[in-house]
């Protein structure tokens, strides 16, 4: 295999296998998120792994809607966020499903178009962070049957809670959303991220639209399903040296050995997306042990403990997350370590980790 100095390892099985066990598990059609490059695991890859299994694909992005269909991915894709009005004519050249929450970018798409194109209406139930404010819902929709160009396909929204123990404010949510189609005629209408499709059965109407989960990872204290973490990130040890008793490490000299020290550099860093908030709190596993990050992690490197890791020389791999031998390190992990979320984290390894599949 080719020589990286840091790369993620991508289980495109274990991500069909997810997908897999969660359509079987909700028993509704999938649309399956692979927005911000199928956090962090390669969008087109996963994308044409889940061909097979998603009954939609859904994105952030225009940009990533095009990336797809460049790619050859013919399946449908929807927008999950408002388009301009600059952006109706790459909608309609590429086949995508816009998401549509305001008249002006309606109206637009609706002018521009020969042929009809699905749209997809987003409710603000309470997210309150895009849609149609529910209670303005009913008239937009009618006001939106005069464009006869759209052909209303599906209606969502999106939980703000539904990852919290607390289920009452998605009880609110989903209220106020069915009350808008009950005897309505709309194909597809859907609710659940990957929270409330492990935990909300309430939610799955007609598709759930999980994105977290996808990748193996729970999105909260809730595993119904087995999944499997689908990303590897590992890296190489560049320089190892012995330090005294008293002596500073990295940056600011923030850490102080307290006795003869056998140190590593590993090479990693921020500037790869490997959080400079790990300084002093991150382990990594080599040799099969988990070694405490020492001192302040800089852009390029950082420096660990090597304590009882036996056998080490300079280019031997280093885990940052998954498995070693008998250890692991989930992204959970990491998360928490350095204040953040595991979607945060999957979400900026960096371009300079070479991406690899299995
Ligand atoms: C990102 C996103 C999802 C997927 O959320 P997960 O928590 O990753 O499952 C679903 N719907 C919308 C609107 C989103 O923005």
Redesign the pocket.
């Given at each position: 295999m080719h020589y990286f100095r840091t790369h993620t390892e991508i289980n495109l099985g274990a991500i069909r296998r997810n997908a897999e066990a969660i359509k079987a598990y909700s028993g509704k059609q999938l649309?399956a998120?692979v927005?911000?490059d199928a956090?962090g695991h390669g969008m087109l890859r996963v994308t044409e792994t889940l061909h097979p299994i998603a009954d939609m694909f859904?994105v952030?992005t225009v940009e990533e809607g095009v990336t797809l269909r460049q790619g050859g991915i013919h399946k449908p894709i929807l927008i999950?966020?408002s388009s301009l009005p600059e952006e109706a004519a790459q909608i309609v050249e590429h086949g995508l499903t816009p998401?549509v929450a305001d008249w002006e970018f309606a109206s637009q798409l609706n002018a521009i178009t020969t042929k009809p194109v699905n749209i997809h209406v987003?409710i603000n139930t309470g997210m309150n962070r895009?849609g149609v404010r529910w209670t303005e819902a009913v008239s937009f929709l009618n006001r939106l049957k005069t464009l006869e160009r759209l052909e209303i396909e599906g209606a969502?929204t999106?939980l703000a809670t539904?990852?919290e123990a607390d289920k009452s404010f998605v009880s609110v949510q989903l209220e106020r959303f069915l009350s808008l189609f009950t005897g309505k005629n709309i194909k597809i209408l859907h609710a659940?991220?990957?929270?409330?499709?492990l935990a909300v059965s309430a939610s799955q109407f007609d598709a759930v639209?999980?994105?977290?989960?996808?990748y193996g990872v729970y999105?909260a204290s809730e595993k119904p399903i087995v999944l499997e973490p689908a990303l590897t990130w590992k890296t190489r040890i560049g320089w190892m040296g012995v330090i005294s008793e008293g002596e500073g490490v990295s940056y600011g000299l923030t850490y102080k050995a307290s006795r003869q020290t056998r140190v590593a550099m590993v090479q990693i860093g921020y500037g790869d997306g490997y959080r400079r908030a790990l300084s002093g709190v991150g382990q990594v596993l080599i040799s099969g042990v988990r070694c405490p990050i020492i001192g302040r992690v800089c852009m390029d490197v950082s420096v660990v403990d090597l304590r009882d890791a036996a056998n080490v020389s300079v280019g031997d791999e280093v885990v940052l997350i998954g498995k070693q031998a008998e250890e692991e390190i989930t992204v959970d992990e990491i998360a928490d370590r350095a204040g953040t979320i595991s979607?945060e984290i999957l979400t900026q390894i960096g371009p300079r980790v070479k991406r690899t599949f299995c």
């Open positions: 649309i998120v927005k911000a956090y859904a952030a999950l966020f998401t987003n895009s969502f999106h539904a990852d659940a991220n990957s929270a409330a499709s639209r999980p994105g977290l989960s996808l999105p979607y």
